[in-house]
Structures are given as C-alpha cells and as structure tokens.
C-alpha cells in the first residue's frame, strides 16, 4: 500500500503543485494579445556569422500550461542573415516556418533552452534536420493531435532522432516526445545508449544513458537522470540540474 501511496503522491502532487502555480502566479491573460516577443536568448543573425541550432521549450497555452510545453526548433546556416523557425501548430498547415520571432516568448511563456550548438559541428548537422523536416509525414491539415500526439513535441523529437550526436532530451513536460511517428514501440532510444519500450504514446519505458529512466504514463513522464542529476516529474518537469548545456 505505502508503494502505491508513494507513487499516487509522483503523480497527483505535481499536478496540483503546478496548478498552482498556473493560478497563482503564471496565467498570461488573454493568449491572443500575450506577449510573443524576442526574450533576448539570440545574438543578432548577421552579427553572429557561424552556423547555429537551438531547440527551445516554454509552457504551452492556458490550462494546458499546467501539464506541457511546447518547443520547436531554430537553425541558421552559416553566414545566413537570418535565423529559421520551425514550429509544429494545432492550426492551419501543421508545419509554420518563421510565424513567431526565433527566441520568442510562447504566448507570455519564457523559452528555456533545450539544444545549443554552433560552429562546425551545427553546420554539420543542420542538413539531416532539415531532411526530417521536410519528409516529416504529419504535415498536412488535421494531422496535429495535442494528445497523445503527434503535436510540437513528436515533431521536434523526430528531427532530435535524426541526429544522436546531440545527445539531447525534451524535457518530462514534453507531452507528445514519446508518441510513435515511426509506428516502432520498441528499439533503441534516440541516442542509441539505451532501449525503449511504446505503446502508441499511452505507455512506455525507456532506460538509456542519456535519456535516463523515464516511466511515460498517459503522456507524462516520471524518472530519474544520472547523467545529469535529476528528478523527472509530471507537469512539474525536472527537479535537479538543468537541461540547457
């Protein structure tokens, strides 16, 4: 009984810890005049030649804030002008290039860096993003899906598939990472330092290195990060070291 109670309190507690949150102190207002302005986390594109990937994460709109995050993707190549959006919407045509600024705020929401690369090494990578992206096969009208998936998070996980090399994780609130684009409910993890198990989004495991242990229950994750020590809750996300490098 105590071991149920104990993981009753992982799930409920900090969904009510971060409703609370939400009420008390996060609400944004209305989401259609929130701000979606630059939070000053890019340098200006043409002052900042080398070539450059971000990927970035921020709660997503109203109540739904209480459980997610929405994260997309920035790349540019090197000596570009100007930076590249990729975001995956619940309107229109799913894929939006450049519809927000590039390190915008997400509708009031702070963006928090999930992956940051420069230089040689994002020159390199940038190509097999775009590749995902482009072949990416959720892209027309309708085929967005807040939940399970696939939503903003399966979409950027697909093109974090794509390149091991970054050895890069979304964050437990992102509610959609672990939904199946590839129809596999069992293989090796994105970074290949470990295997997972999927049942359509709804239920899984994985336990990798990189991706540490993590239990997807319904969409939310609880587990633990040895590489870089941390707690990973439901809604609440991570409770330790950060994720940004």
Do not use: C
Request: hydrophobic letters at 40%; glycine letters at 10%.
């Amino acid at each position: 009984m105590k071991y149920v109670i104990v993981f009753l309190l992982l799930v409920i507690g900090p969904v009510v810890i971060s409703a609370a949150n939400y009420l008390l102190g996060e609400r944004r207002g209305n989401w259609q005049s929130a701000d979606r302005s630059s939070a000053g986390l890019l340098p200006n594109a043409s002052e900042h030649p080398d070539a450059l990937i971000r990927v970035y994460a921020a709660r997503t709109v109203r109540w739904r804030g209480i459980f997610a995050v929405h994260s997309w993707i920035i790349v540019k190549e090197r000596g570009a002008p100007h930076y590249t959006r990729y975001d995956y919407t619940a309107w229109g045509e799913p894929i939006r290039m450049d519809g927000f600024a590039p390190d915008g705020r997400w509708f009031g929401a702070l963006p928090e860096t999930i992956v940051s690369v420069d230089g040689e090494d994002a020159e390199r990578l940038i190509p097999k993003i775009r590749w995902v992206i482009e072949t990416y096969k959720f892209r027309a009208y309708g085929d967005y899906h807040p939940w399970p998936g696939p939503n903003s998070n399966t979409f950027v996980q697909a093109a974090l598939d794509a390149v091991p090399e970054l050895n890069a994780v979304l964050p437990p609130t992102a509610i959609g990472k672990d939904y199946p684009y590839d129809g596999e409910w069992y293989g090796l993890t994105p970074s290949r330092t470990g295997i997972f198990l999927n049942l359509a989004g709804y239920l899984g495991l994985k336990v990798g290195w990189v991706e540490g242990v993590e239990l997807n229950l319904l969409g939310g994750v609880i587990g633990i990060d040895l590489r870089r020590p941390a707690i990973k809750l439901p809604a609440v996300g991570r409770v330790g070291m950060q994720l940004s490098p």
